[in-house]
């Protein structure tokens, strides 16, 4: 197990509140990964407080270094986690629960239909911390369960080739895929 990450504590940074551009565009993080770089536009509108969390952390530098931990083929690809176990992150959300987690925000407007929607990890409702997946295909069992604050808007490809990556049983890539840096515009 590699060591968890530095993470800013919530008093150590002011954390900004993403919000569409004057000219509509939604803000963009960037995901410099070992097999390439994913673009990733967030649904501010929709689940403001996830889109904070997410855009905050990866301003933070707390997504580097970390690796997709679980990979589902035609399915998910899973990551945000410092521990690289699946068992471990933490919301840097100023009103996240004691043990690091915070509400989902679900809403019927936004279901996972297809390839490259980008939705937090969790363990059960209202358990959201710093992990997220981007989806492979339709899973329409995950509506209604995980809040999507997102999309792929550039590197599908990436995530495919992702997909591609020999996993043990347990959906664990048996070579680390690692966000060397994130970063948001």
């Known amino acids: 197990k590699r060591e968890p990450v530095f993470f800013f504590g919530k008093d150590s940074m002011s954390l900004v509140t993403p919000s569409l ?5 939604a803000p963009v993080v960037f995901l410099e990964t070992s097999l390439g770089d994913i ?9 403001p407080r996830t889109c904070k969390n997410f855009y905050n952390l990866a301003r933070s530098g707390y997504y580097d270094g970390t690796v997709f931990h679980r990979i589902v083929k035609s399915m998910c690809v899973q990551g945000g986690d410092p521990t690289g176990t699946g068992r471990g992150g933490k919301s840097i959300l100023e009103d996240a629960r004691a043990d690091g987690t915070f509400d989902c925000e679900l809403t019927p407007k936004l279901k996972h239909t297809g390839a490259g929607i980008l939705s937090m990890a969790n363990r059960g409702r209202n ?3 710093s992990q997220f997946f ?3 295909a339709p899973t329409p069992w995950l509506d209604g369960k995980h809040t999507i604050f997102g999309r792929v808007k550039k590197g599908m490809q990436v995530v495919r080739a992702m997909s591609e990556v020999e996993t043990a049983q347990d959906d664990r890539p048996r070579d680390d895929v690692v966000i060397r840096h994130a970063s948001v515009v």
């Open 134 to 136: 981007i989806t492979l």
């Open 39 to 47: 673009e990733v536009e967030l649904y501010c509108t929709h689940a």
């Open 21 to 25: 551009a004057d000219d509509g565009s």
């Open 127 to 129: 358990t959201n911390t």
